[in-house]
């Protein structure tokens, strides 16, 4: 069964650096999706993605943020200047069309610790 | 604004039945996901209401009342590894993206 995969499982970075997480969505998917959930709290939405362009985003996702397709297969997060509060587990998502009743598949996280 | 409400904790014995409630103030309601989470891993998705009634899957079932923002998660038959985070999802305000419930933390013990 595909899968959306996630590198790396787990990220530890320096307060103020920068991150890239990645993952491959579903081949034939064309939405993607960021999320994040920081420990014991809920998921929370940051950005979604189509057509090489941010389809809607969060208030979360401010100017530290940015999404990018670079190829046909990968999709990335950056966090430009990582602060403490950045630390949680950031889920990417992808789905076949934007339709409310099209399941999102999720990926197996990332696991962000800021220090 | 949205308003989702889910109970912190359950707990059931296995091969029991446990029914899970979710309910939401909303303006323009466009469906409820219920998704499953087992801890340090990812949601995965168990379904998708958008019309009253009861959806049926196997030995999981979810119902929705639009006119009373309600929908419960029912498990029948619980197994041990139906220990896990239930999250109720509401799509609302002609957004297609899912905004989340704190979760249920369902713990299934012998």
């Known amino acids: 069964e595909p899968e959306v995969t996630q590198t790396p499982s787990h990220q530890v970075t320096q307060m103020g650096q920068e991150v890239i997480l990645r993952c491959v969505p579903i081949?034939?998917?064309?939405?993607f999706y960021w999320y994040r959930q920081i420990l014991g709290q809920k998921v929370e939405f940051l950005v979604s993605?189509?057509?090489?362009?941010?389809?809607?985003k969060s208030e979360i996702f401010d100017d530290q943020f940015s999404v990018e397709r670079p190829d046909g297969s990968n999709f990335t997060l950056k966090i430009r200047s990582t602060k403490l509060e950045d630390s949680a587990m950031y889920f990417c998502a992808s789905s076949e069309e934007l339709a409310s009743s099209y399941e999102q598949y999720f990926g197996p996280g990332t696991r962000l610790t800021v220090t | 604004g949205q308003n989702i409400d889910q109970p912190t904790e359950m707990t059931a014995t296995e091969g029991a039945i446990v029914q899970i409630n979710c309910t939401y103030q909303?303006?323009?309601?466009?469906?409820l996901f219920w998704y499953q989470q087992h801890a340090g891993e990812a949601p995965t998705f168990l379904s998708y209401n958008v019309l009253d009634g009861l959806e049926e899957k196997g030995r999981f079932s979810s119902f929705l009342s639009r006119s009373k923002g309600y929908s419960y998660l029912l498990l029948k038959e619980l197994q041990m590894k139906d220990s896990a985070s239930y999250l109720c999802a509401v799509l609302s305000g002609g957004s297609y993206i899912p905004t989340f419930g704190r979760g249920t933390s369902l713990i299934v013990h012998p």
């Open positions: 993605f189509y057509n090489n362009e941010i389809s809607e």
């Open positions: 081949s034939n998917h064309l939405y």
């Open positions: 909303t303006s323009g309601f466009n469906g």
